[in-house]
């Protein structure tokens, strides 16, 4: 059994197979990038200046919502949608190539297949990063944020959002007392979320958060939400064989207590918003409790002997 956490080969096939769908069940998602697109004057006043970014980056681009809005904030930058889906790129794909109505761009968004923790970009070439609720499914935290570093520019401007620890937990919880078994990915907690940008070197980060109290008829709408999302579970420790009709009663029961005066039962999504900026070359990675930093070669002075 692999050590990670979350099997990624099992969420790239479960988002392109949600992808043709996608759309009809997340407007949640949808308002999650809306907020982060609305962050954007302030915050590319306070990083960029007068300059106006060549390069913007949507990681876990998904449909294409949000890379959308990139492109048409900055119709001569060049705008790069990644994901790990290919499914997600093709439904991105055919809605990006509309060019009249809904969206007119002067540059069309290149989308490229890739995993974030080894984004298929050279070595700080962007000046915009985004990424919109696609963190949840990379545990290795310290890693997917040394490579955002990695990516962008000094000075170059970080805003990405992830769904957080309360995210969920009524559901967490009625499966709870069905068996032992993980049938919900956990998430992370805001203070860990933001050691790790820190631990990166990211400057003067900036956390913020929003609790989404939704709701739902029953156990049964709760969960075709979520595989229309494509959320199911991609644990490496999931139950393999389908959930049984006992046990899915039983979580079904205990979801029930739950239910509200207004016969709904209730679903919690909490999201987790940062923003940051791109360390100047040189800046410590920390690692282990020890700060680490790499100077390029180029950047260390040769004396040569005559």
Known sequence: ??????????VGRAFSRAASHYDEAAALQREVADRLAESLPYYEDKALGA???????????????LTAQLQQRWPKAQVIGVDLAAGMLETARQR?????????????????RGDALALPLRAGSVDVLVSNLCLQWIEDLPGVFAEFRRVLKP??????????????????????QADEAPHVSPFVDIARFGDAL????????????????????????????LRTLGATNAMHDR??????????????QAYESMRGADGLLPVTWEVVYAQAWGPQPGAPIRRGGFDEVH???????IRRRG
Request: hydrophobic fraction near 45%; charged fraction near 25%.
């Open 96 to 112: 990006l190539s509309i060019k009249r109505g809904l969206f007119d761009f002067a540059r069309r968004p290149q989308l490229l």
């Open 239 to 252: 139950r393999r064989a389908l959930t049984g009709r006992a046990r899915f009663a039983r979580a079904a």
């Open 1 to 10: 059994m692999s050590d990670a956490l979350f099997d990624q080969r099992q």
């Open 51 to 65: 300059r106006t970014p060549s390069v913007a980056l949507d990681v876990g681009c998904g449909t294409g919502h």
């Open 198 to 225: 820190v631990a990166a070197g990211f400057r003067d980060p900036v956390l913020d958060r929003d609790v989404f109290r939704l709701t739902q008829p029953d156990l049964p709408s709760i969960m075709r939400e």
């Open 295 to 301: 100077v390029p070669v180029t950047a260390i002075p």
């Open 155 to 176: 000075d170059g401007l970080l805003l990405v959002s992830t769904f957080a620890l309360q995210t969920l937990m009524e559901l967490r919880e009625a499966f709870a």
